[in-house]
């Protein structure tokens, strides 16, 4: 069992830039696949970025390419994403996610991969 807890959302302008914290509860976090979705009202939820469980493979979203980075310390059981350059488009509800992959440099694009959700944190981007 894996809990999950998002924190570091808020209000930021165009341009601005933010990170994300997910904090992560039990002894099989450095096991576990993490990435990043965002959703808004009235649309599905959307991959943004994972990370493997060893932190070495990771994969992003093209919308974010260049602009986001993930990153995780398995000592802290926390996983961080960094946000630069945001745009409008980026506002959301960002949820943090677990899942399990084999290989040590897996990453994991879609939803109904994960396993363990968090409850999101709100991201407002104005323009």
């Known amino acids: 069992q894996v809990q999950l807890v998002e924190s570091g959302g808020g209000l930021v302008q165009t341009g601005g830039s933010l990170r994300l914290s997910c904090a992560a509860s039990g002894r099989t976090f450095s096991e576990h696949v993490m990435g990043w979705f965002r959703q808004v009202p009235g649309k599905e939820r959307e991959f943004v970025i994972s990370?493997?469980?060893?932190?070495?493979?990771?994969g992003a979203a093209d919308s974010v390419k260049g602009r986001f980075t993930i990153s995780r310390d398995n000592a802290k059981n926390t996983v961080y994403l960094q946000m630069n350059g945001l745009k409008p488009e980026d506002t959301g509800v960002y949820y943090c996610?677990?899942?399990?992959?084999?290989?040590?440099?897996?990453?994991?694009?879609?939803?109904?991969?994960?396993?363990?959700w968090g409850q999101g944190t709100q991201v407002t981007v104005s323009s």
């Open positions: 990370i493997s469980w060893s932190g070495g493979g990771t």
């Open positions: 996610a677990a899942g399990v992959a084999p290989n040590p440099n897996g990453v994991l694009f879609e939803s109904h991969e994960y396993r363990y």
